[in-house]
């Protein structure tokens, strides 16, 4: 049982329209109730209502805050505890002042998560929703917020939990048959877990299809823009970033620094980044500049090259173009509305004709084709609508390959006829890596781990 009450800022800090300080435990409105002054003393407010009135000083009555105080009495909470949540004006003084007297009380600061982590521990929701939340947060594109929101629903929950059933079951089966071994029957239950371990497989299956999309969904495309210098690099980041992010002028190595940008195209995410030209160069600065567009190269998921349509392609391209090979790439020619000199068959030995967008990023000319040829590269196009149950998470896809290669053995075994109460403890693995995953068998030190990714005050 949790006895102790926390409180922290829930909004971002700084000035604002409005703070909300979180208070949760079963001291939260007690404890609060001592500090605020209202028509009605909050320990007699009725639960999810509004309260105004003053934060006070206790010993002296001095107004501190001017504040709205809510009221919501567990189990009908975020953590299921009794919360009081109080919103202030959104200042820093004016924050400090109502946490330092919170803190004055038999209240502690909550850390990181703890609110969530409440909210598991007791069993509101379970850790694969929990987890969501932090996704919530931190989704790039509406997509990945939809596929998040539907996850604290419950979404992935509910199919771990279905093969779980079925492994249950499996194992119920199982007992009965170690407590009656008899000859034929023996052969009958390794009939049955194989075809138990075949269909809780298929199902993890289905979910492990789901992970490439899914760990796009929830990180964008890490999209690296190169070339050689000038060729127009920053001009595109800042097109498909409809803003001037990036510095361009027409000297060559303008961007010395790699500059980051999230966009989505046709709702799919992108981590879009400008490079150094790559030359040689005996520049310190766009030395290093050119190391980590090189990197940037390496670790991309979509490279984008841009070329110079009105001069010939350089050798330091052609060594580009041979590193491509095999990677998700496309080549943009830009610079088409001048006298065109690259000679476009060059290109089709490294390139289909599908993956070359000619473009005149100064003219705002091509971009849609651009912008159509990402899409698509990835999920053919467009993302399916309709079911929003990805997995991306990647403790989440280790336990499930986990499980997958404990049911494997499990099949395995029953079909080698090795004796049942072996090939259980395989089954009873893979119910408890998939239980891992929503929390059911976790280790304190995971759950310490993964909450304090939140932010303070969630
Ligand atoms: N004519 C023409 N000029 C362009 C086009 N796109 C970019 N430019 C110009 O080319 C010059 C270089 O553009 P940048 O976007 O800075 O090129 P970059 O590849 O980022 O260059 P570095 O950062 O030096 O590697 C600028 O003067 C741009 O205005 C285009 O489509 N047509
Ligand atoms: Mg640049």
Same mark, same amino acid.
């Given at each position: 049982?949790?006895?102790?009450?926390?409180?922290?800022?829930?909004?971002?800090? #700084?000035?604002?329209?409005?703070?909300?300080?979180?208070?949760?435990?079963?001291?939260?409105?007690?404890?609060?109730?001592?500090?605020?002054? @209202?028509?009605?003393?909050?320990?007699?407010?009725?639960?999810?209502?509004?309260?105004?009135?003053?934060?006070?000083?206790?010993?002296?009555?001095?107004?501190?805050?001017?504040?709205?105080?809510?009221?919501?009495?567990?189990?009908? @909470?975020?953590?299921?505890?009794?919360?009081?949540?109080?919103?202030?004006?959104?200042?820093?003084? @004016?924050?400090?002042?109502?946490?330092?007297?919170?803190?004055?009380?038999?209240?502690?600061?909550?850390?990181? #998560?703890?609110?969530?982590?409440?909210?598991?521990?007791?069993?509101?929701?379970?850790?694969?929703?929990?987890?969501?939340?932090?996704?919530?947060?931190? @989704?790039?594109?509406?997509?990945?917020?939809?596929?998040?929101?539907?996850?604290?629903?419950?979404?992935?929950?509910?199919?771990?939990?279905?093969?779980?059933?079925?492994?249950?079951?499996?194992?119920?089966?199982?007992?009965?048959?170690?407590?009656?071994?008899?000859?034929?029957?023996?052969?009958?239950?390794?009939?049955?877990?194989?075809?138990?371990?075949?269909?809780?497989?298929?199902?993890?299956?289905?979910?492990?299809?789901?992970?490439?999309?899914?760990?796009?969904?929830?990180?964008?495309?890490?999209?690296?823009?190169?070339?050689?210098?000038?060729?127009?690099?920053?001009?595109?980041?800042?097109?498909?970033?409809?803003?001037?992010?990036?510095?361009?002028?027409?000297?060559?190595?303008?961007?010395?620094?790699?500059?980051?940008?999230?966009?989505?195209?046709?709702?799919?995410?992108?981590?879009?980044?400008?490079?150094?030209?790559?030359?040689?160069?005996?520049?310190?600065?766009?030395?290093?500049?050119?190391?980590?567009?090189?990197?940037?190269?390496?670790?991309?998921?979509?490279?984008?090259?841009?070329?110079?349509?009105?001069?010939?392609?350089?050798?330091?391209?052609?060594?580009?173009?041979?590193?491509?090979?095999?990677?998700?790439?496309?080549?943009?020619?830009?610079?088409?509305?001048?006298?065109?000199?690259?000679?476009?068959?060059?290109?089709?030995?490294?390139?289909?004709?599908?993956?070359?967008?000619?473009?005149?990023?100064?003219?705002?000319?091509?971009?849609?084709?651009?912008?159509?040829?990402?899409?698509?590269?990835?999920?053919?196009?467009?993302?399916?609508? #309709?079911?929003?149950?990805?997995?991306?998470?990647?403790?989440?896809?280790?336990?499930?390959?986990?499980?997958?290669?404990?049911?494997?053995?499990?099949?395995?075994?029953?079909?080698?006829?090795?004796?049942?109460?072996?090939?259980?403890?395989?089954?009873?693995?893979?119910?408890?890596?998939?239980?891992?995953?929503?929390?059911?068998?976790?280790?304190?030190?995971?759950?310490?781990?993964?909450?304090?990714?939140?932010?303070?005050?969630?």
């Amino acid at each position: 049982m949790i006895s102790d009450t926390i409180a922290a800022v829930s909004t971002a800090l #700084g000035e604002g329209g409005i703070a909300i300080i979180r208070v949760s435990g079963p001291q939260a409105i007690p404890e609060v109730a001592k500090l605020f002054r @209202s028509r009605i003393p909050l320990t007699e407010a009725e639960s999810h209502t509004v309260h105004y009135g003053y934060i006070i000083q206790p010993e002296t009555g001095e107004q501190m805050e001017e504040v709205l105080v809510t009221v919501m009495k567990g189990p009908r @909470s975020f953590t299921t505890e009794d919360v009081v949540e109080i919103s202030a004006h959104g200042g820093v003084i @004016s924050v400090r002042r109502v946490m330092d007297l919170l803190l004055q009380q038999d209240i502690r600061l909550a850390e990181p #998560g703890e609110f969530t982590k409440r909210a598991f521990l007791n069993g509101r929701i379970d850790l694969s929703q929990a987890e969501a939340v932090i996704d919530l947060i931190r @989704s790039k594109s509406d997509r990945a917020f939809s596929v998040a929101l539907k996850q604290v629903g419950g979404s992935l929950s509910q199919r771990i939990q279905a093969l779980r059933h079925t492994l249950i079951e499996t194992m119920a089966h199982i007992e009965v048959n170690i407590d009656y071994p008899e000859h034929d029957v023996e052969a009958l239950t390794a009939e049955f877990i194989k075809d138990k371990s075949r269909e809780v497989m298929e199902g993890i299956d289905k979910l492990l299809k789901t992970a490439g999309e899914g760990k796009i969904l929830r990180e964008g495309i890490t999209t690296a823009i190169v070339g050689r210098p000038n060729v127009g690099k920053s001009s595109l980041l800042n097109a498909l970033a409809r803003d001037n992010k990036a510095i361009v002028t027409d000297i060559p190595g303008t961007t010395r620094d790699v500059i980051e940008e999230y966009v989505t195209i046709n709702n799919i995410p992108l981590k879009l980044l400008d490079t150094a030209g790559i030359r040689e160069t005996m520049d310190i600065v766009e030395k290093i500049g050119v190391e980590r567009s090189k990197a940037a190269f390496s670790e991309a998921d979509l490279i984008l090259l841009v070329l110079n349509a009105s001069e010939e392609l350089h050798e330091d391209e052609l060594a580009l173009m041979e590193q491509i090979h095999g990677r998700q790439a496309l080549v943009i020619m830009n610079k088409m509305d001048l006298p065109p000199r690259l000679d476009k068959r060059k290109l089709l030995h490294f390139f289909n004709e599908d993956s070359i967008v000619p473009m005149s990023v100064l003219e705002e000319e091509g971009l849609d084709k651009l912008e159509e040829a990402i899409s698509a590269l990835f999920f053919g196009g467009k993302l399916e609508s #309709g079911d929003l149950t990805y997995v991306s998470n990647v403790r989440h896809i280790a336990l499930l390959k986990k499980a997958r290669k404990s049911l494997q053995d499990a099949y395995e075994a029953a079909d080698m006829l090795v004796p049942i109460d072996m090939i259980q403890i395989d089954v009873r693995l893979a119910w408890e890596q998939l239980g891992e995953i929503i929390g059911d068998t976790a280790a304190d030190s995971l759950l310490d781990q993964i909450f304090s990714q939140f932010c303070l005050g969630k």
